[in-house]
Antibody, heavy 122, light 112 residues
Framework: EVQLLESGGGLVQPGGSLRLSCAAS????????MSWVRQAPGKGLEWVSA????????YYADSVKGRFTISRDNSKNTLCLQMNGLRAEDTAVYYC???????????????WGQGTLVTVSS | DIVMTQTPLSLSVTPGQPASISCKSS???????????LYWYLQKPGQSPQLLIY???NRFSGVPDRFSGSGSGTDFTLKISRVEAEDVGVYYC?????????FGPGTKVDIK
């Protein structure tokens, strides 16, 4: 059974930093791309970042490019999101999602964690 | 980025009756590789999103056959043949033809 458990959320001041983690189990972690998707309170879903199975390719939404860094440790089955320069508009539940490859170059998200809440406020 | 729109934004359905949600993309989701990269998710109240349909019309593992997806190019539809109480929640379409994945605004479905 695929399990994704996010941690690291909390309250942080504007301009501050936070590091999210996602512990994965139930599948061969290194064989799958992974992603972060967020949801502001009462709002819809916004893709944030993705990383290939090897970690060699990373992708970011324009809204977080240059501030957030996605990484993974395949030896520990762990996905991370380092968030710097946080803004009020980054307040959201952050979901870790397992990606399944689709076609030759892209993927979609087949399993999601329960999410961790990040609140950016003074 | 590709903009995804959905109609209606809310839907109230009598149990046992059908329901239909439309999703439109600002650009074609048909790739030169022949695949169309459109997906449907359901977020039940208080839960994380769950995958329903992948690549337009393929039901994900465990998804009841009352759910079906169709469409091509820029116009797509999710249909529920007979709505059940457990189908309430917000339905999102998503595109992945561009690796700046975008979701529709969501369609909230509740029971009359």
């Amino acid at each position: 059974e695929v399990q994704l458990l996010e941690s690291g959320g909390g309250l942080v001041q504007p301009g501050g930093s936070l590091r999210l983690s996602c512990a994965a189990s139930g599948f061969t972690f290194s064989s799958y791309a992974m992603s972060w998707v967020r949801q502001a309170p009462g709002k819809g879903l916004e893709w944030v970042s993705a990383i290939s199975g090897s970690g060699g390719s990373t992708y970011y939404a324009d809204s977080v490019k240059g501030r957030f860094t996605i990484s993974r440790d395949n030896s520990k089955n762990t996905l991370c999101l380092q968030m710097n320069g946080l803004r009020a508009e980054d307040t959201a539940v952050y979901y870790c999602a397992k990606a399944r490859y689709s076609g030759y170059y892209t993927y979609y998200f087949d399993y999601w964690g329960q999410g961790t809440l990040v609140t950016v406020s003074s | 980025d590709i903009v995804m729109t959905q109609t209606p934004l809310s839907l109230s359905v009598t149990p046992g009756q059908p329901a239909s949600i439309s999703c439109k993309s600002s650009q074609s989701l048909l790739h030169t590789d022949g695949e169309t990269y459109l997906y449907w998710y359901l977020q039940k109240p208080g839960q994380s999103p769950q995958l329903l349909i992948y690549e337009v019309s393929n039901r994900f593992s465990g998804v009841p056959d009352r759910f079906s997806g169709s469409g091509s190019g820029t116009d797509f539809t999710l249909k529920i043949s007979r709505v059940e109480a457990e189908d309430v929640g917000v339905y999102y379409c998503m595109q992945s033809i561009q690796l700046s994945f975008t979701f529709g605004p969501g369609t909230k479905v509740d029971i009359k």
